[in-house]
């Protein structure tokens, strides 16, 4: 069947989401994620920061240079989660499903809602009319009849643009003498190996589509297939459990290499992990360790364990694969658990039934908690539920290491 496939993006996400809240930051050059003289990078910047070559993913003293006249903001997390919700509220009106890329993208199935391409037309400048007087914010839609063709008419006039492709035609015109980058599936390496190969633009790819598999393998198919304007998949919503993993991790503001600390860290990290867990009633049974050492090298680890009851028992593991690592200055940790499922190990067992004492393993993380508290003198029990939110948790890591 014919689909039609909306994709939204917001415009500048987090940066007009702090510019609608503080209208003294309209028209600036406004550059979220690190401060300068911090470590990190861009998470976003407004379309005026843009002009200085400032983008997403910038290491913070890039974009410094390149523009110290802006101004620079952490993230508010929280508060992004929030809109996103909102404008969930708004596309969920529209369409039978709704699958999410990221806080401020979906693709919207609107193929029944519509019928047709007037139909979605109409929905698209709605949604967009809406996010616009109901959440200040604006956006870009694309309406086609695939999702990669939906994702490029939604980039084809940003900010606040609007673009459609109808069909594999009008998609093989717009794109046929663009750079291979334009298939935004084609990253830089794999840009490369085309241009290696002197495949350049969208129709190299059309009239090389055996040599493009030949380079590419299956990602070569998909690319010889969108070179043609086909594209079949669906919108798939998203569900928790449908997830692969659920992970934290946290960048120290300098390397550390107290093994104690780190793995002080890990616990709260095993905690923050636990907790979006819980709310998908969701039980890992593996666990990952990731650590970027200070000369960038990574690392993960894993391992395949009964099921995680507990943030304890998340920490525990994680801590016997950490143990195993090199010992080295460590400038990124991260803790994560894989395998996700909605039956945890145990059984309910009569105990459960009875007024039982607490499990050992939460007895167990009371007392870590305990400890870490006289170790660093900060009271967690008071700030347990704000650990989780990814400022505080940095703060409390940055006292943690100042503290130590
Ligand atoms: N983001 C991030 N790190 C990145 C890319 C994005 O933290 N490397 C965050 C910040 C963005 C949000 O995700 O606001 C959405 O990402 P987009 O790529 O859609 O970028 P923007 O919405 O900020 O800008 P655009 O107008 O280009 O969509
Ligand atoms: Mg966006």
Redesign the pocket.
């Known amino acids: 069947m014919n689909q039609i496939i909306i994709h939204v993006?917001?415009?500048?996400?987090?940066?007009s989401v702090e510019t609608r809240d503080n209208p003294s930051l309209r028209g600036k050059p406004l550059i979220?994620g690190s401060l300068p003289g911090e470590r990190g990078v861009v998470?976003?910047c407004s379309y005026e920061a843009r002009k200085f070559g400032v983008h997403?993913?910038m290491n913070i003293k890039e974009a410094y240079r390149l523009c110290p006249q802006g101004i620079y903001m952490h993230p508010n997390f929280e508060k992004y989660k929030a809109v996103s919700n909102q404008l969930h509220n708004i596309w969920d009106d529209y369409s039978t499903a709704s699958e999410t890329i990221?806080?401020?993208?979906a693709y919207l199935d609107v193929t029944k809602t519509a019928r047709t391409f007037d139909g979605a037309r109409k929905i698209a400048l709605t949604i967009k009319k809406r996010t616009l007087d109901e959440l200040g914010l604006s956006c870009s839609v694309g309406v086609a009849y695939s999702k990669t063709a939906a994702k490029t008419a939604s980039e084809e006039n940003?900010?606040n643009g609007y673009f459609e492709i109808e069909n594999k035609e009008a998609f093989v015109n717009l794109m046929i003498d663009r750079d291979v980058r334009a298939l935004y599936t084609v990253g830089a390496k794999t840009a490369e190996k085309l241009y290696a190969a002197g495949i350049n633009t969208v129709r190299d790819i059309q009239q090389n589509r055996e040599k493009v598999i030949g380079l590419l393998g299956k990602q070569g198919y998909r690319l010889s297939q969108l070179s043609l304007g086909i594209d079949n998949r669906r919108v798939v919503p998203y569900l928790p459990q449908n997830a692969k993993s659920i992970s934290r991790e946290l960048t120290f503001q300098e390397d550390v290499s107290d093994d104690e600390l780190v793995k002080d860290v890990m616990l709260l990290l095993a905690l923050c992990v636990q907790r979006r867990a819980e709310r998908y009633e969701l039980y890992g049974k593996g666990v990952t360790l990731k650590i970027t050492y200070s000369d960038m090298k990574n690392i993960t680890r894993s391992k395949l364990v009964l099921a995680c009851e507990n943030a304890m028992d998340i920490y525990r593991e994680a801590v016997k694969l950490f143990d195993q690592t090199q010992k080295r200055p460590i400038r990124l940790i991260g803790v994560g658990i894989y395998n996700l499922s909605h039956e945890g190990a145990r059984q309910l067992s009569l105990d459960d039934f009875l007024d039982s004492p607490q499990s050992s393993s939460e007895e167990e993380l009371n007392s870590e908690l305990n400890r870490l508290g006289n170790k660093y003198h900060l009271d967690f029990y008071g700030h347990l539920d704000d650990i989780y939110k990814h400022e505080t948790l940095h703060k409390t890591a940055e006292y943690m290491r100042k503290h130590n």
Do not use: G, N, R, V
Not at 9 to 15: L, T
Not at 102 to 105: G, K, M, P, R
């Open positions: 993006d917001m415009d500048a996400f987090y940066a979220i998470a976003t997403s993913a990221a806080l401020d993208e940003k900010p």
